[in-house]
């Protein structure tokens, strides 16, 4: 079973950036994992997806900006977001679908 741990989340300025990562442990993460996002009172939105292969995916309203990237040999997801804005102020989580593994969440709080 694979436990994920989110860390790196923050406030910071809009303009700003900050980097997320995801500590798996219990086992190689396999298949593809993702990042997704849920702001109150709006819908759950998918930002990123990366393939064990490294075929990557993001959400038009981040894409460009932000980035996904995966280390096997450190068993880490990492999220590098980059010019943020006060809409990407969200509780953002990783998770590996095809293994059931769902972290907590860390909060991205972005000022204007």
């Known amino acids: 079973q694979v436990q994920l741990v989110e860390s790196g989340g923050g406030l910071v300025q809009a303009g700003g950036s900050l980097r997320l990562s995801c500590a798996a442990s219990?086992?190689?993460?396999?298949?593809?994992t993702i990042w997704y996002r849920q702001a109150p009172g709006k819908v759950r939105e998918l930002v990123a997806t990366?393939?064990?292969?490294?075929?990557?995916n993001y959400a038009a309203s981040v894409e460009g900006r932000f980035t996904i990237s995966r280390d096997n040999l450190a068993n880490t997801l990492y999220l590098q977001m980059n010019n943020l804005k006060s809409e990407d102020t969200a509780m953002y989580f990783c998770a590996a679908p095809g293994l059931g593994a769902w972290g907590q969440g860390t909060q991205v709080t972005v000022s204007s």
């Open positions: 990366i393939s064990s292969g490294g075929r990557t």
């Open positions: 219990g086992r190689a993460i396999t298949g593809n």
